[in-house]
Structures are given as C-alpha cells and as structure tokens.
C-alpha cells in the first residue's frame, strides 16, 4: 500500500488526508465519501505546466474534465492556470457556472448536438475539436449563420493503439473517434475545413488512449502527424500553429502500474516535437496536452463503512461496504484494480484476505479482489486509493443508490464541495401514474 498526496497515518493510528482525519471526515459527512487532497491536484496541475516552461515550449494544458467535473474543480483548475477540455453541454454549462474563463475550454466529443454546438459557439468557447464530417458540415453552417469565424482543432485518428485496457484505447484505426489518417480522412477533412471562410483551422488533434506508462506510442504519434503537417504544408499551403496531443497519463493504482511523473512526460513529447518540427523546417506549434486522470487520480479517496461479512468456507472471506459499483464503475467494467486500506487501523498489520464486495444487486459489484487487511469489524472504514479520476463522474443511481458527498481537504479544513444525494433527489424527476395523478 502507498500513501499518496498529503495522505499519512497520524498520531491516532488514523488515514489523514489534507491534514484532516478521515475517521472525522466520514463521522461528518457519513459515507461513502469521496475526500479529494485539494494540494496534491494542485501539485500535478503546476508539474505538467512547470515542464512545459522548462522546455520554454508555447503551451497549454487543458484538464480533461471527464475525469471528475464539478464547480469546484473547475475554479481550482481555473485558479491554476490550467485550460479546460469539455465533452458534452453538460461540463461546458458546469464550467461556466463555475466561471471558467470560455476562451480557455475546447469542447470534444464525437456526436455534439446542434444545441450543444450552438452553446459553444454563443457563449464565445477558445476552440472545437472537430471529430467528424457531420459535426465539420453542421458548426460551419452555425458559425456561418452567426457571422463568426470559429477556432478550430480536427481530430485525427492515427491508427496507433497504446498498450492500455482495450476499452479505453481511443487512437486505432477502427474507432468511432476522429478522422483516420491512414485512410486519406484527415486529409480530406482539412482540405474541406480550409475551403470554409467561417473555420479558422488551428491544428490538429489525437489521443491515443488512456492510462499509458511510457512514451513510444505518443513518440510514435508525432512522428505520423509530423508527415501529415508536412504534406498538408505542401500541398494545401497550410501551417499548424497548434498540436493537441491528448492525454492519457498513467498513475499509480496499484505496485502493478509504473507510471512516469508529469515532467517526464511532458520533457518527452516536447523533445519529440523538436525533433520532428527540425526536420520539417517549420515553426515550432504550440502544444496543448488533456490531462484528467493524473490531475485527479491519485488525489481522491474513496471512504466506506464495512457492514455484512460472508465467509466462503475454504475459498474466500467476503466483506460488503455502503458503495460499491455505483460509485466506482470501473472494476466491473475495466477489471480496474485498487489498493485500500482500513482507516481507523492504520498501524495493525495484515492477517486476512478480503474480498471488497458493493452492496448492489449484481454478483459483479466487487471493488476489490484478495485485499490483505488486518482483521475488520463491522463499522470500520475502507479506504479505496486513486478514486479521483472517473469515479465520481461515472457513478450512477442503479438500484437507486444515492450517490455520495464529495469534500475537498486541504491545511486541516474539509469543504464539502457536493452534497450526497437524497432519495428526494432521486425521484425528484419522477412523475406519477396518469391514474393517480387524475384522480386527485
Ligand atoms: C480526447 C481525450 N482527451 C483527454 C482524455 C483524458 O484522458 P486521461 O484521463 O487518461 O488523461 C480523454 C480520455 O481518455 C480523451 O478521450
Ligand atoms: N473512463 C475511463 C477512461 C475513458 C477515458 C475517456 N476517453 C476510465 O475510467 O479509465
């Protein structure tokens, strides 16, 4: 087990997070919780635009906000400089309520709406990533309409597939993301935006996945795009002024994962860059990078209360929490793995195996396999690690699970930054039978 962050065991024998006690925390808030060290996020958010400036490379770094979205966030994210990548109108609106500057979101995302696009162009967005030819005919004619020339990136697809979870490998040739390079697509879809007078064509854009632990595959990808600049400057006169490289960042779920630290990531793509960009003689882009999980990663916790015990006799010891697959989606659909530990046991060792089971209707809501912990009881704490990125954001309400309160810690201090939903919440869109509603 790792500690992350500002994470450590303090006198008492308990988790501390943000110099707060954990077992406090979910006394307070009840559980499960999601704690997020407000430090540590802000930590990496400095390294990745950090080693850009040691590089004294153009850049921005724009966090994905899929990974975790909130108001809070946004402001924190706002707060460090950082962009900001939105996919859908419901993290653009987030966003904004948040009052997140508009020129520094860049909207994503494979089927925007009409309404959606509109949204962005009205409330004056930095930039789209274009993703498609449907989405490049339909933004050209709003842009049009309104009389205003829009920033734009394409999203190209270049046919490299990053040694990730095959779920969430977005750069091969055969995905629903982007415009495929190898195919001519990419091609054809600049040469069609640079004939349109309302598209002011940026760059380019790919991302080849997530979760990645080294730097061949992006290495790789600017090597492809380097070609592609090449003979889009050849042929179509055009020069790039910005490369979006994506995200994808590793971080450290488990001993398993040996992720690289921001810099190190950064120093490569930029050394990359510089090396293809010699070779084509042509000024240095800008490069934006999406980092969302290894902003948000390893700073979120998630805190449960250990209820029912099942013992399996001769095959496993089952321990059942408050959560489970509705606030963590990602073991049952990437077989995701976690480390966690019992908070208000901090200094007893292992002695037993567990098998961490949800409390949801579905034999495979399990959070962890074969988790060595010292003996528990029910009403301890289960401490899940690196639930940061893309718990929160994917949880849902199956078997009408309210989903949980989300703090921020920092200096001693908890600030809830949203509340555990209600069960008043949960029906609150509900509409009574016609019957019942007519005989009233
Ligand atoms: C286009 C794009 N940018 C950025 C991200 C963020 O990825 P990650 O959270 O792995 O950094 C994703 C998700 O994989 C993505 O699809
Ligand atoms: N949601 C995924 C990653 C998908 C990234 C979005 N393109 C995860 O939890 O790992």
């Known amino acids: 087990?790792?500690?992350?962050?500002?994470?450590?065991?303090?006198?008492?024998?308990?988790?501390?997070?943000?110099?707060?006690?954990?077992?406090?925390?979910?006394?307070?808030?009840?559980?499960?919780?999601?704690?997020?060290?407000?430090?540590?996020?802000?930590?990496?958010?400095?390294?990745?635009?950090?080693?850009?400036?040691?590089?004294?490379?153009q850049a921005q770094v724009a966090y994905a906000s899929k990974a975790f979205s909130?108001?809070?966030?946004?402001?924190l994210i706002e707060e460090e400089g950082l962009s900001l990548d939105v996919v859908s109108g419901g993290e653009l609106y987030t966003a904004l309520k948040a009052g997140f500057p508009p020129e520094r979101i860049h909207f994503h995302g494979n089927n925007k709406s009409i309404q959606e696009l509109k949204m962005g162009l009205e409330t004056g967005i930095g930039c789209f990533v274009v993703d498609n030819f449907t989405e490049l005919a339909h933004l050209h004619a709003l842009?049009?309409?309104?009389?205003?020339?829009?920033?734009?990136?394409?999203?190209?697809?270049?046919?490299?597939?990053?040694?990730?979870?095959?779920?969430?490998?977005?750069?091969?040739?055969?995905?629903?993301?982007?415009?495929?390079?190898?195919?001519?697509?990419a091609f054809e879809?600049?040469?069609?935006?640079?004939?349109?007078?309302?598209?002011?064509?940026?760059?380019?854009?790919?991302?080849?996945?997530?979760?990645?632990f080294d730097t061949a595959a992006f290495q790789l990808v600017i090597q492809r795009l380097a070609q592609f600049v090449q003979e889009a400057s050849k042929k179509l006169g055009?020069?790039?002024?910005?490369?979006?490289?994506?995200?994808?960042?590793?971080?450290?779920?488990?001993?398993?994962?040996?992720?690289?630290?921001?810099?190190?990531?950064?120093?490569?793509?930029?050394?990359?860059?510089?090396?293809e960009w010699q070779t084509l003689r042509q000024p240095l882009p800008e490069i934006w990078i999406e980092p969302g999980r290894s902003i948000v990663g390893e700073a979120g916790t998630t805190v449960y209360t250990i209820g029912a015990f099942k013992e399996v006799p001769g095959v496993r010891q089952y321990i059942s929490v408050d959560g489970g697959m509705s606030d963590n989606l990602r073991v049952a659909l990437y077989q995701a793995k976690y480390e966690a530990c019992v908070a208000n046991r901090m200094t007893e060792d292992n002695s037993e195996v567990y098998t961490v089971a949800g409390k949801l209707c579905e034999t495979g809501d399990i959070l962890i396999w074969d988790l060595?912990?010292?003996?528990?009881?029910?009403?301890?704490?289960?401490?899940?690690?690196?639930?940061?990125?893309?718990g929160y954001s994917m949880a849902n309400n199956y078997n009408r699970i309210p989903r949980p309160a989300v703090v921020m810690v920092r200096d001693g201090?908890?600030?809830?930054?949203?509340?555990?939903?209600?069960?008043?919440?949960?029906?609150?869109?509900?509409?009574?039978?016609?019957?019942?509603?007519?005989?009233?």
């Not at 909130?70 to 402001?75: H, L, N, R, T, V």
């Not at 060595?372 to 893309?390: H, I, M, N, Q, S």
């Not at 555990?420 to 509603?437: A, V």
């Open 143 to 185: 842009a049009e309409a309104c009389q205003q020339k829009v920033k734009i990136l394409l999203r190209i697809t270049p046919g490299i597939e990053a040694h990730t979870h095959e779920y969430i490998t977005t750069g091969q040739e055969d995905s629903k993301f982007g415009f495929d390079l190898n195919s001519g697509q």
């Open 1 to 57: 087990m790792a500690l992350y962050g500002t994470s450590r065991i303090n006198a008492r024998g308990h988790l501390e997070i943000g110099g707060c006690d954990v077992v406090e925390l979910a006394q307070t808030y009840g559980t499960p919780l999601v704690i997020y060290d407000e430090e540590y996020i802000r930590r990496r958010c400095q390294a990745f635009v950090q080693a850009f400036k040691d590089k004294g490379m």
């Open 70 to 75: 909130s108001i809070a966030i946004c402001q």
């Open 189 to 212: 879809a600049l040469k069609q935006a640079l004939s349109q007078p309302y598209y002011h064509v940026l760059g380019l854009h790919a991302h080849i996945g997530s979760q990645i």
């Open 238 to 275: 055009w020069q790039i002024s910005v490369l979006n490289l994506g995200g994808g960042f590793g971080i450290r779920y488990t001993a398993e994962d040996t992720p690289l630290l921001p810099q190190e990531y950064v120093y490569a793509l930029c050394d990359s860059v510089h090396k």
């Open 372 to 390: 060595p912990l010292p003996r528990v009881k029910e009403g301890d704490l289960l401490a899940v690690f690196c639930t940061g990125a893309y």
């Open 413 to 440: 201090e908890a600030h809830l930054i949203i509340r555990r939903e209600t069960y008043g919440d949960l029906i609150r869109n509900d509409i009574p039978l016609m019957s019942k509603i007519t005989q009233k």
